[in-house]
Nanobody
């Protein structure tokens, strides 16, 4: 079992930055990939970014590429998402998740464990 706890969300203005964190515990070493997803009201949960625990390979959704950076520490106890140049369309609940399925998956059902989410609101 993996436990994930997100923090760092808040209300910011367009153009501002936020840094989200996800504290991990439990059987985290079984995870191959860690990722961030988001879900806006009335919309489906969508992929934001992912990082491979071994090697640190990253992938990003086109909508955040160049603005967001995913990172993790080598002890696998912390996952972060640095969000710069935020836009109102980035407003959503952000979730961190782990996957034991391997690398390259971006669909939510490929991820096994989820945090409770943290709200990010970007005003125009």
């Amino acid at each position: 079992q993996v436990q994930l706890v997100e923090s760092g969300g808040g209300l910011v203005q367009a153009g501002d930055s936020l840094r989200l964190s996800c504290a991990t515990s439990g059987r985290i070493f079984s995870a191959v990939t860690m990722g961030w997803f988001r879900q806006a009201p009335g919309k489906e949960r969508e992929f934001v970014a992912a990082i491979r625990w071994i090697g640190g390979t990253t992938s990003y959704a086109d909508s955040v590429k160049g603005r967001f950076t995913i990172s993790r520490d080598n002890t696998r106890t912390m996952l972060c998402l640095q969000m710069n140049s935020l836009k109102p369309e980035d407003t959503a609940v952000y979730y961190c998740a782990t996957s034991t399925a391997g690398w390259g998956f971006q669909r939510p059902n490929a991820f096994n464990s989820w945090g409770q989410g943290t709200q990010v609101t970007v005003s125009s």
